[in-house]
């Protein structure tokens, strides 16, 4: 066979591998896409706030509830969730329920149910909150092999 017709078969092959695994997720993906969503629970739970961060890539982007203005990086993610001013705040409850996982290998999204509920101390006063919404998070793969959210929104109740 020669080499041009040897390497327009080999390029194919290829390319139509590519192809068949394009838009799935293996098994591992998924395990290790799940397990992210377990991570943020426990995290939060711990109130562990660089447990958190470290789930998310460096340019990740939180779109907060209610059209409120989209947090963009790690320094947005501080200020909206971890602002050096804000009263101490505890989760009492996180509950992530992903209802649908899709993607290929490289990008993948979640979405789903959540529960939270928490308590604030402001003045000496203890307040109690929470809400049930909705999620929708990217991901993105890292080099590592391991996946982290680039891109959260939630919604919840007004």
């Known amino acids: ?19 068949g695994s394009a838009g799935t997720l293996s ?12 991570k943020y629970e426990e995290a939060w739970l711990k109130g562990n706030a660089d447990a958190v961060r470290a789930l998310f ?17 790690k320094k ?25 996982i899709g993607g290929d290998g490289e990008i993948a999204y979640v979405w789903g149910t959540d529960e939270v509920a928490w308590t604030t101390v402001q003045n000496g006063k203890t307040t109690s909150a929470s809400h049930k ?9 890292q080099p590592d092999g391991e996946w982290k959210m680039s891109h959260h929104m939630w919604d919840e109740p007004r």
């Open 76 to 100: 947005g993610l501080n200020d909206y969730w971890f602002p050096p001013d804000a009263p101490p705040t505890t989760i009492t409850k996180l509950v992530v329920t992903p209802t649908s």
């Open 133 to 141: 919404g909705i999620f929708l998070n990217v991901l993105r793969k």
């Open 1 to 19: 066979m020669p080499v041009r017709k040897l390497l327009l078969v080999l390029s194919l092959s290829f390319f139509c591998a590519a192809i």
């Open 57 to 73: 890539t460096e340019d990740c982007v939180l779109l907060p509830p209610h059209g409120d203005t989209p947090r963009i990086g």
């Open 27 to 38: 098994a591992d993906d998924l395990a290790k896409i799940k397990r992210v969503h377990s």
